[in-house]
């Protein structure tokens, strides 16, 4: 993870936190100034984290510079209904918890914001099962 530096106030990204996400995370305080750091992933992923409450969310950007923006909307959409099936399949426990969504606009670069949650990636879980031949 690799430490950016904090989140302009004159960006959009950052009312958008301000405004639509952090309030289904803080109850009685509002986000003031968000430390952003970039992780290690195929796409841009990014960590977002309010300095008051030390509160984080992952950002995930599907739109990037060559790529289709239509394309890069309906792979962070899917993505958006995958997560919300999936939580409402019940994968909300201890082990195979799937990060809650919080929003998704396409007018940011089709980011899709969801919970930080620390642990295993649930591609790691299913690669370590395959390899054990682990069904359970």
Request: glycine share 4%; charged share 25%.
């Amino acid at each position: 993870m690799k430490y950016l530096g904090r989140l302009n106030p004159h960006d959009p990204l950052y009312t958008y936190l301000q405004e639509q996400i952090y309030p289904q995370l803080l109850t009685e305080e509002r986000a003031h100034q968000f430390r952003v750091f970039q992780l290690p992933a195929s796409n841009e992923v990014f960590l977002y984290e309010e300095t008051h409450s030390q509160r984080k969310v992952i950002g995930k950007f599907f739109n990037r510079i060559g790529k289709d923006p239509q394309q890069a909307w309906e792979l962070a959409h899917n993505e958006w209904q995958h997560m919300h099936t999936l939580r409402d399949l019940g994968l909300k426990i201890e082990r195979l918890y799937i990060p809650q969504p919080l929003g998704i606009s396409q007018a940011m670069n089709s980011v899709l914001i969801e919970e930080y949650c620390p642990g295993q990636s649930l591609s790691s879980v299913i690669e370590e099962s395959i390899e054990r031949n682990d069904a359970s």
